[in-house]
């Protein structure tokens, strides 16, 4: 069965060949309607996670972590109100 995860792989089913390696570990298969459940939400869930990941690489949030310095909301600046 390595040959339907090498599959999944080629597709960039990343979700599905990672979920389809634990069901096949499994003592008992799953039946088909379940199986196909598991597989759908496990790549659902891995695209939600990578797009997570891309939107947080991208955002680039250090840049506008620090307040300006002239800003009135600093404790001990000259222009504090």
Do not use: W
Not at 12 to 24: F, K, W, Y
Not at 52 to 70: E, K, N, T, W
Request: contains cysteine; charged residues 25%; positive net charge.
């Amino acid at each position: 069965m390595n040959a339907l995860i090498d599959r999944f792989a080629a597709l960039r089913l990343h979700g599905m060949a990672t979920s389809a390696e634990d069901m096949l570990a499994a003592r008992t298969p799953p039946s088909l309607t379940t199986a196909l459940k598991t597989l759908i939400e496990a790549e659902t869930e891995e695209r939600r996670v990578r797009s997570i990941q891309y939107q947080m690489r991208i955002a680039r949030f250090g840049s506008h972590a620090r307040p300006l310095p002239d800003c009135p909301c600093i404790r001990g600046n000259a222009h504090e109100r």
